[in-house]
């Protein structure tokens, strides 16, 4: 049946068909659909993990013991489930094994624009790299093929333009691959002893995926009419760029497996051009590849290692005739991603930034804190890195330091990796104060479920961490629930933690208003007459509430009446419905 | 055929997806190769939300660059600026007229400039504004704005109304059927 698929649900659907049993992912944009989509399938296992390397490690054990399976994440998450990673090129698996990464060049959801085709190099193992939805499906089964035959996981790149566009995919049935479970220590204790053996059979696979790179179909020349005399290597979202801009007027090498690289298949293929021009995103991976074999070629010279691609700027570093184009004079005001209105974490920001409290931030729907007006937070690196870093941050500034610093991290990046930054807080006694803001859900990424909420990736009830009771168990005396809607009761809890000499936390509690059992109440609307246009209501960023006409105006579609604003209007300019 | 471009520009939680989802489909049953690409992620947070689709006999790239629109279907006014430059010579701007305040708006950093349609008009654009909300309350929901728009789209369509219809069909849950309808007909009418 043709349908039209993003590429994530395609991918999804290759895995389907390939027989995969078992996925286990922590979402992350681009790559969170290949999971969701999975979950909708019965007759097969899906979950979220805690965390990528949790996820990684529980598709290895699916695949250790006979059935296909696998883990899906974006480009930071494969560097927390590097671990695993690279010692399981030398283990290899039983049935096959597919780790999907999804990078997103251009950063339109992450906090660096790493390239994950180092990590399939780093570690040996095979990468392929589809350029449309059909070729996601395709890809994902032979991933399973080539990951059996060659004893070895196999990455599978989406890059964010193919996991999020939808293009036309035929699918098929779905087939069932089991394999014996045999106990082999040689094979998966990797202790010094067997690795060193693996090791040599590590490097032998790669030669052999290299001979495989240079006949495989997934790599392939397209010849050009011969209008011009140049050729392009050329792989994944580019692919398609190359394609918009030249039609068949130029041959093409079309690499859908990024690793290892074939090297007769490209010397032919430049053997037949007068020049070849590598185009790639990100880093030059395919350029340095071939300057290391003496061929050569144009790569990062004319298309940048910066950000995204397009037919047009592939067009204009070929110094090709720019299209048709205008513009207005009038400056458009830009329009921010924001923290929705009756965002539950506005609150607690709110409070943060009225005591001017230095706050290390995480990754998640309350990073949006750190952009105008709140300006609330002071640093955002990567998951968890709020609660180690709060400790470095105050053990190197002291007493004085202690007293405005926290830190806030949602409930589901505490989850993925919060957790032992705390333990160290607790263990060696650092004074800090942790704020997180449990919105009962993974927001930033759609609504995933995770083990604090209660639910399982299907929606069924499922294990639950208590978070108090967790903190406790660390060795956090001090531990408290405030309600963000409430901002009398967060300042207090706030300047009571801070002057604590001992570690607290402090569990920001509500959940997210996008929920579906969250019910708005009636929204609020602006008493001009009392309104006396203070404007300290614009501090809060709320965005139901604007000014015009000299006074505060709420907007009755977006607000959802959490009365946040009533607390900050020192002229009770908010009123309910009715009042 | 060449490849055709439609953008759908919008705020984050308008409802584009449904649009270009209602889009895609109608195409593919036309039996044009299509390709439709939106970002997922932050930008649902009340930000600027872009679709592409594209169709015709085979298309490769899954976006819309400059100069190569032939529509741009926008759910609020500003946002339909915003992409001009992507705009063919002689491409069409369909444009719900609602303004929704963007957030250097409201805390007073910048201002809204209420006459942008006016100047995008000066400038030769052929804009077809359309008070989408209006339509889309008078057909029963607020959320159908989407849906009038492309009604009104499909008006410089070569597909015949009853297989937009059918698509509605498809597309959305049973109960909002004629709801979505309603709304299709009173944008392809206005």
Redesign the interface.
Known sequence: MKQLLIGNAAVARGLYEAGCSLISSYPGTPSTEITEEFAKFDDAYCEWAPNEKVAMETAFGAALRGKRSACCMKHVGLNVAADPLFTMSYTGVNAGMVICVADDPGMHSSQNEQDSRHYAIAAKIPMLEPSDSQESLEFAKIAYEISEHFDTPVLLKMCTRVAHSQSIVETSERQYVEKPYEKNPQKYIMAPANAIRRHPFVEERTKALIEYAESSPLNRIEEGDGFHNFGIITSSTSYQYVKEVFGDSVSVLKLGMVNPLPVNLIKDFAAKVNQVYVIEELDPIIENHCKAFGIHVIGKDKFSILGEFSQKSIAKALDLEDKFSRSLDTEIPVRPPMMCAGCPHRGMYYVLAKNKITVLGDIGCYTLGAAPPLNALDMTLCMGASVSGIHGFNTAGGEECEKKTVCVIGDSTFMHSGITGLVNIAYNGSNSTVIILDNSITGMTGHQQNPTTGYNIKGDPAGKVNLEDLCHSIGINSVRVVDPYNLAECEQAVKEELEKCEPSVIISRRPCVLLKYVKPKKPLWVNAEKCKSCKRCMKFGCPAISFRDNHAVVDPTLCIGCGVCQQLCAFDAFESEGE | METKNVMIVG??GQGSLLASKLL??LL?DEGF????????????????VVTYVRFGDK?????I????ADFIVSFEK??A??Y??????NGVVIVNTQQI?????????????EN?LD??RE???NVDAIDALSLAQEAGS?KACNIVLMGRLAKYFDIDREKWLCAIEKCVKPQFVELNKKAFELGYNF
């Open positions: 705020v984050g895609g489909r593919v190769d299509v390709k439709v690409s939106e970002v997922h992620g932050m930008s649902q947070r009340g930000g600027s298309v490769y790239s899954p976006v660059e400059d100069g190569e500003i946002e600026a915003r001009t430059q992507i705009l063919k010579e305040d963007p957030m250097p708006v409201i805390i007073g950093a910048t201002t809204y400039p942008i100047e995008m400038k030769g654009i607020a």
